[in-house]
């Protein structure tokens, strides 16, 4: 099992910065894919950043840019650095996380409890 606590979100003004990170229980250097997810009100949810245990990463179009993962293994904990903030990237954010469970080409999910991130003048 996988315990994922994240930081808290917060309201930032357009154009401000926040940084969110999620503390894993354990090692992350094992967890294949961790990644930030978000939803916007009546929105799909929609993953904005991945981190691969290889060491690539990923990024929404929406957010290219602007946001960056990062992993600290040491720390176990990944962190979403957020600049240049639009108050269309409010949105409830999670933390997810993807381990294989040894067997073939199955994995296990973990999510973290979701932060709301409030974008607003």
């Known amino acids: 099992q996988v315990q994922l606590v994240e930081s808290r979100g917060g309201l930032v003004q357009p154009g401000g910065s926040l940084r969110l990170s999620c503390a894993a229980s354990?090692?992350?250097?094992?967890?294949?894919?961790m990644g930030w997810y978000r939803q916007a009100p009546g929105k799909q949810r929609e993953l904005v950043a991945s981190?691969?245990?290889?060491?690539?990463?990923n990024y929404a179009d929406s957010v290219k840019g602007r946001f960056t993962i990062s992993r600290d293994n040491a720390k176990n904990t990944v962190y979403l650095q957020m600049n240049s903030l639009k108050p269309e990237d409010t949105a409830v954010y999670s933390c997810?996380?993807?381990?294989?469970?040894?067997?073939?080409?199955?994995?296990?999910?973990?999510w973290g409890q979701g932060t709301q991130v409030t974008v607003s003048s």
């Open positions: 997810n996380a993807k381990k294989w469970t040894g067997s073939g080409a199955a994995f296990n999910a973990y």
């Open positions: 354990g090692s992350i250097s094992s967890i294949y894919f």
């Open positions: 981190s691969y245990s290889g060491g690539s990463t």
